[in-house]
DNA sequence: TCCTTATGTACAA
DNA sequence: TGTACCTAAGGAC
């Protein structure tokens, strides 16, 4: 449940909310509490985003990071806020506002140096404004790894997750089991591209969608439909489904653990 | 009520 | 490569 930017801080709108008064730290289900009570009455300072890791900061060099993992979930409202349930991880409250984190992989107190080793070994963001997507086609371009497993790796880029992954292929073409070292740097900057605009997108609706106006049911004279994780895609869960383009089924395969979905009509090879 | 699944990662072997 | 971890929804009984 935390591709990016649907979980993104700013895309969220609401840390605003608890910026500039001071905060109410609590962890319901115990496992935040010691650092939880070491943050009550500090004020939020500043959030922070890396891929899918999120960084709340307080006073000067403390933050919160969060990773939601396959999990995780935020949810937010106006005080005055109910009694939490017992697996609220974090709860901050101030007089006006609340927000619950539920089942994240990580959540935990850190420190400066901490923070920049996160950021050390992660790649670039297609999300942030410091992203050299140079340096990931560095990587990319001299592995023998398949194009679908690199885009997951965070290291080489950050943020992407598996429905990223696979849109992204079907829109340029790209058969998912080509390698990195076959991808050409025009192929990359059109991907890296692609992911700025859509990722931007996900932050700015708070859901993923990736189909183009030209291909939207109602451009292509076709009955309505509505994808099952809420929104409009391509190749992602749609396995067995007639592909939107060519109308011939959408695969599925186990790659690397997670599930990858194509159209191997559609991704013939070169974009 | 049980089983499966999920937009993820880390570590052991 | 396999497994552990975290939660909740949906579907099969």
């Known amino acids: 449940m935390a591709e990016g930017p649907t979980k993104h801080p700013q895309g969220q709108a609401k840390p605003a909310r608890f910026s500039g008064t001071s905060t109410r730290v609590t962890s319901p289900q115990g496992k935040f509490s010691d650092s939880a009570a070491l943050l009550t009455g500090a004020e939020l300072t500043r959030t922070e985003a890396h891929g899918k890791h999120l960084f709340l900061g307080f006073r000067d060099t403390e933050w919160v990071h969060i990773h939601l993992g396959l999990f995780g979930k935020v949810a937010f409202g106006d005080a005055p806020a109910p009694p939490p349930t017992d697996t609220v991880r974090l709860r901050l409250a101030n007089e006006t506002a609340y927000v619950d984190l539920r089942g994240p992989t990580t959540c935990a107190l850190i420190a400066d140096p901490e923070k920049h080793a996160i950021h050390d070994r992660l790649g670039p963001d297609p999300l942030r404004a ?142």
């Open 130 to 271: 410091d992203a050299d997507p140079s340096a990931a086609y560095a990587r990319v371009r001299r592995s023998r790894t398949t194009i679908a497993a690199l885009l997951m790796d965070q290291k080489v880029i950050a943020g992407v997750g598996n429905v990223y992954r696979a849109e992204v292929l079907f829109r340029h073409g790209v058969d998912p089991y080509r390698t990195g070292r076959d991808i050409t740097p025009a192929e990359w900057d059109a991907i890296w591209n692609d992911l700025v605009d859509l990722m931007r997108e996900g932050v700015r609706n708070n859901r993923i969608d990736t189909v183009r106006p030209e291909h939207t049911p109602e451009a292509m004279g076709r009955p309505p439909r509505v994808d099952d994780h809420g929104g409009e895609v391509y190749v992602y869960r749609r396995a067995n489904q007639p592909c939107h383009l060519c109308g011939d089924p959408i695969r599925t395969a186990d790659l690397a653990a997670r599930n990858l979905f194509w159209c191997p009509t559609c991704q013939r090879g070169r974009a």
